[in-house]
Structure formats: C-alpha cells, structure tokens
C-alpha cells in the first residue's frame, strides 16, 4: 500500500522487551516511521532473550519477531554530546514510547515535561507495571508476575483447577495493545485540535481489562472491597456479581435453576455473527428434560478422542449435543449417562469419556451436523498446512539489510481489502546513525 | 479528557469482539450508538453464562456496553432501513461483526455505504476472514483458539492441550480493530476518505502467538515442549512458572537458578550453574523446586527473595487481587447508572490521558433506550 494509514508519522521507541515494542511494532505496520533508541552497551535487552536455539546475526528470534520493519539509532544516552542529535530527532517526532520502571526516564531527562518543552506536540505514551504510585509501583513489570498479582491464573480455581498461568504474555501484549489506541486516539486530536498528550497505560490495569469477563461474573465481595484491604462480608445471595444492583428500582435476576458454577470456567462470550445466534433457543428441548427450564449447555473445552482432541465451544446445548453423540435414543430416551445434565457433578468427565469412543472426524461428523460449535484441536504444523490459514495469507519474509531472511507473521489489521505486510527485518544495534544524522543535517 | 470528542459511532456488533471496540472508543470520547435488532437486541443481552442479570441485561453485556446510547431497528422494515441510512450519512464510524454477507443484504456492506458517506471508517470483524475454507465456521474464542494451535501452550505435558479460560482472542480481535479504526480516521484527517478496515479472530489468535510463532517457523518447525510441571511458558527455561507453597502459591519469572538456590537455601539448585541447563533440564530443576517451596508458606519465600529483586510474586486469587491496596489505589473500579437508577459496579478503561482517568458513570443502554431521542436530533422522524 503506497499510503499507509499513518504514513508520515514518526515514532521515537525508547522501550524494550515486549509490551511497548509491540505497539511500536503494530504502528509500524501501519505505516509509521518507527525508531527504536539503543544504548551502546548491547542494545535492547530482548536481542538476548533467548527461548529456542535460533540465533539470526547474534539477536534472539523473539527480538526479530518482535522488532521488524524498524530503525535502530544508537545513543548513549549519559552522554551529552550523544544526546543532542536525539533532541533534535525529538524536535521532528510525533509519538513517543518508553516503559522503563517508574522515574528512570526522568532520571536520564527524556520524561513527559521534557520531551514536551522540545515539542509541544508530541503524544508520549508510557507504560508500567502497576502505575507510577502506590505500593506496587516499584514491583518488577515482568508479565507472569502480573498474572500471578491480578489473579489471571487462578480463575479455573473454581472448577478445582490448580493455578495455571496463560502461556503467551497476554498482560505485556495486552498493555501494549491499549498503549496503540491511546496513542492513535490522541493523534486524532492532535490532528483536530493540534494538542499532544500523555498516553498512560499499566500491565496491572491492562490485563485486569482482559479479565472483564471474570470480574462481570465475580462474587459481589469481589469489587466492593472495603478501605482495610479484606474482601467485603461474604456475597450477598442473590446479588449480581462485579455489577451490583444497589439501589436500582430493579433487583437483579437470579434464576433459581442452573448453578453459576457450571458455567464458571468458559463464561464469556461467543463471536458467533448472526442475528440468529440465540441457540439455547433452538436448541430447547422439546420432549424429555422438561424440568430443564435453566440453559442446559456443555462444558466448553477440549476432550480426548479415541485419536486426537476436539473442542466443544461455549454454549453448546448439552441436550442436542447428548443427542448428536448418541445418548439418547429416536424416542430420546436416555441410553447413556443417567440424567445427563451439566448441572450435575461429572459431566466433564462423562462426556471425555464418550468422546473416546471414536475419532475426533467421526465426532465432528455428527456434531457439526447438528449445528453445535465445535472443531478439531490443529497444533501449528497441521495449522500452517490448512488451506483455512493459508487463505489468511498470515506469513511474510522480512529481510535485513545483510540480506539475512526471516519468515514472520503480518500484521493481523487489513485496510481497504489489503494486508499490511513490509519486507523490512530488524535492524542492527545503530544501523540507521548514519541516515538519521544525515536527515536532521537536512543532506 | 475526550480525544475522540465529536466522532460518532454506529455499533451493529453483537457479542463481545466488536461490542468491546466500540465501547473503547466510547472510553475515549466517542459517541457510539448501538444500532440493534428491535426483537430482543443483542443476542448478548440474553447470554447469561452465569445466570446473573441486572436489570434485565446479563452482566456481559453490561461489561461490553458502557456508555452508548441503543437505536432499535427492524432492517427487514424499508421505513426503518432508511432511517438507519440516514444515521450511517452523517456517522464517522461504523462496526460490524456479522457473518460475511449479512450486511450486504441490506444494501449496507462497505461498497454501498462508501456511496452514501464516503468518509466512513468501516470496520468489519469475521471469525477467519471474509474468505477460504473457514469464512462459515462458527467465530467462536474457543474454536478459533482450537484451530489456532494456542491452547498447546498452556498447562503441562501430561495435559491435553488446554485453552484460555477467558475470550482473550475476542478481546484482541477488538484492540486490533479500534487500532485500524483510528488509523483510517487518522488517514481521513490527511486525506479527507474513510476506509474499511477487517480483522478476523483467527488472525487476532495468531498475532498473539507472533512471537512463539515466528520462532517456530524458524527453528525448523519444532514444536512446543510444555513442562513436566508448573508449566506457564513452553518456551521459557527454569526457573519461570507457578509452584504450590505450604499456603499457597508462588510465582517465579525469569531468573539465575543458582542464584534462586542460594537464595532459598536449596542447595541442589546450585549444581546448575550453565544457563543451558535452565532449558536443557528444565523439568529436573523445577521439580527440585517444587518439593523444595511446598516446605514454607509463600510469605516467607517471597520475604527471602523480594529484598533480593528476585522476580518473583504471590499467586493471587481474583478477590485478593482486587482488595489489595495496590490494586485499589489505581481505583479500576467505577459505579456507572442506568437513567431509571439500576447502578452497576464495573471496571473502566485502563488507558490514562494527560493524567486523567477515563470513565463516565453511564452504563449500558437498554435496549432502544434512545430510539426516539436520535430520531428527533437526527430528523429521522417522519
């Protein structure tokens, strides 16, 4: 795409490691000019996080995936003469990022109040760990912990689940992710009304976000803490979770059937598009289990098959799904587990038990069917070959200025019909000194 | 503090990916009208997983629909068609996430509406894209998380492979629209023309594993190795996962082992001294440390390595979570009403402009709450 959206945009990324690369990598790929500012004592720290035996001309592959489709300028920033061409690559710039823990970049005279007396313009977006106060603030930004303090790996707990950490860096990517809209959001002011800002996000803030869902379901005490730190008396029955209906004319509904822990560990969302997506109605039984009145729905999840897994999705109708796997008779008389309903203990491991029976196609052959959202469980080599993820066009080879290749994933965002892809791979630690000295001399 | 203040947006979406986007942009100072079925809404409203409603909405949908305004329509009526039109002439923003065509039924897929208003920013959001072999499947976080190789990251190697718990893909696939939508409109301030801008969950799914990912394709298609134990990254060496304590739980992140050895007094940790080992052996090690936290409570580890700036935290349980005083101070909680009174407890945006937080105290619509009043400002009205 010859303009890409943000085209003409410059982006002085101080940051390192994930969270705030991520969003300078996201505006790259739509379009801005993106430099990332290393020191001389080895460069951002991720070049030698390692997590494989891959090693691209000496940097970690999660650096390349990481810092593609960027410049690097050098600079050490404790030394003074060093700093005065950044100043004036500030001067010209439009956003900057930074997330070193609280108070470092003021220390070393690039914090907000600084940069905006070099340019009154700029839109600085910073992102810790836990905010830039309060006791959490000098904690270590580093993303299992903050899974670990928000209380993202023990939400299966209820569904006697050990805690269990999310394997991807979900509250680095997440914070990053909100960092990119603050940022845009303020560019659209400033071409409006031709102010900067400040841009402030946290990996606390951001991933409690991401748990949105869970708090909506959390017992009333959750949310109403009271001023010693101790969770409030135990939930009030009948109460409506994080959202309690205080003083509203309407209480909140509870109905009597169906206990909320069934539904616990999956509750969320379905993506599902149509405006006729309402299937607990479709589903509706309408001989037998006329007790059932509550959403009669599976557990959500993956089950072993007699030759791989299969996912069952959120709110599958677990009358239609007995039938479709055979517990029920043509008169819908009940052949296999007793009285199988999701309200009842077991039902998981019922369930994973007749999913052995067969292989995962055979499953998928009568389930899919009857209408039931599920699939098979592809790891990444039956992934890639999939015409599904192929037709995605998701993988692009960037290139470094030595010729080195690397395939690498796009960029997940399409404009006007067309993917945003760039051939560029990472740069070398000041790879781009010289062009960017060369440009502010005005040569 | 309203960066996007006088920018007007229709939201079509249903569910939580595209519901999430708009009420984001609303955070930010948007205005976002909910454009919904007339019969029932969105299918959100009634999608009670945990059978808690308030006010007749389940509390979803309230979390996903913050301060908008709700325009009920019937798109199968010419009358009410229309008035929808003239709403999208006069909007900046339109988001939808029905299944692909849908729009176009009603003559308001991108190519028909660019007509109308060709500063539109159109934001499309589909499960696996507008085309292939998946373009009918059900957009669902589990399933696209089943088919995108994610839940192979999680949990231990004795496990199946296990998903997210919460719908971490439809938030992306959210965060990834808002960020092309801003893009588009930061585009139109240059160049006077909307755009459309597609995102897909499966493509959300994928960019969040971007980093193992792009590993993988370049390691020779290896694949993930989860822990014997205390897995929490596939990729990460020793000592990085969760352990059980005497009470409780710690976490460790990335960190010297012979250092966390000495620190803990567990003198078996210091017989690795090359940091290949961490990898090489990471099971074995992690193992040692398993039997060696669960002899003292988690307060008394984290008192040996807090002063040390070893990476390490409690395992919280959500509740604890929120009642900390740290957690508190960031004061993440708002209290937003409904005009008839119903209040709700909900968090606000994390993003912070200028200092200042954003959230207002205006919770979700009910359903055509505002039919009649965006009628008359809109003249809509017959």
Partial sequence: ???????????????????????????????????????????????????????????????????????????????ERERLPLVRLLEKA???????????????????????RIN??????????YGTEGPLAEAPGQDLLVQSLTGLARLGEEDGEAPMAYGLA???????????????????????????????????????????????????????????????????????????AESGPLPAERPDLAPAEMFRAESGSESAKAPDVAQAEIYRPESGFESVKAPDVAPAGIYRTGD??????????????????????????????????????????????KFGERTTAEWLASIEQAGIPCSEVLDWPNLLKHDGFRALEMIQTVRRASGATLAALRCPIRIDGKRLTSATGSPGIGEHNTAILRELEGR | MKLLEDLLVLDFSQFMAGPFAAMRLSDLGARVIKVERSEGGDASRGLTLSNLKVDGDSTV???????????????KDPDDLRKVIRLIEQADVLIENFRPGTMAKFGLDYASVRELNPRLVYASITGYGAEGPWKDKPGQDLLVQALS?????????????????????????SANTVQGILAALIRRGRTGEGGLVETSLMEAALDLQFEVLTTHLNDGGQLPQRSRISGAHAYLGAPYGIYATRDGYLALAMGSVVRLGELLGCEPLTRYPNPSSWFDERDEIKEILASHLRSRPT?????????????CAEVRTMEEALGHEGVRELDIVIEVSRRNGAKLRTTRCPIRVDGQRLGNEVAAPSLGEDTAAVDREFGLAR
């Fill in chain 1, 1 to 79: 795409m010859a303009d890409k959206p943000l085209s003409g945009i410059t982006v002085v990324d101080f940051s390192q490691f994930l969270s705030g690369p991520y969003t300078g990598l996201r505006l790259a790929d739509l379009g801005a000019r993106v430099v990332k500012i290393e020191n001389p004592r080895g460069g951002d720290l991720c070049r030698r996080l390692y997590i494989s035996n891959v090693e691209i001309e000496g940097d970690s592959s999660l650096f390349h995936a990481i810092n593609r489709n960027k410049m690097s300028f050098c600079v050490d920033l404790k030394d």
């Fill in chain 1, 94 to 116: 439009d956003v900057v990022i930074q997330n070193f823990r609280p108070g470092v970049i003021e220390r070393l005279g690039f914090g907000y109040e600084d940069v905006r």
């Fill in chain 1, 120 to 129: 009154p313009r700029i839109v600085y977006g910073s992102i810790s760990g």
């Fill in chain 1, 170 to 244: 979900v509250a680095d990517m997440s914070a990053g992710a909100l960092l990119a809209e603050g940022i845009l959001a303020a560019l659209v002011r400033r071409s409006i009304a031709g102010q900067g800002a400040l841009v402030e996000v946290s990996l606390l803030e951001s991933t409690l976000d991401l748990m949105q869902e869970a708090l909506a379901d959390a017992p009333v005490g959750a949310l109403a803490a009271k001023p010693d730190g101790l969770p409030a008396e135990a939930p009030v029955a009948g109460a409506a979770g994080a959202f309690r």
């Fill in chain 1, 308 to 353: 791989s897994y299969i996912a069952i999705g959120r709110g599958a109708p677990l009358f239609a799904l007995g039938r479709a796997i055979g517990w029920f008779d043509a008169e819908e008389r009940v052949l296999a587990p007793a009285g199988s309903r999701a309200a009842q203990p077991g039902i998981r491991e019922r369930l994973q038990s």
């Fill in chain 2, 61 to 75: 949908f309230h979390a996903m629909n913050r301060n908008k305004e709700s325009y009920a329509a019937n798109l």
């Fill in chain 2, 149 to 173: 190789g994610i839940p192979w990251l999680n949990g231990n190697a004795d496990q199946p492979p296990v998903p997210f718990g919460l719908s971490v893909v439809d938030m992306f696939t």
């Fill in chain 2, 299 to 311: 307060g008394e580890w984290l008192a040996l390595l807090e002063p040390a700036d070893y990476w």
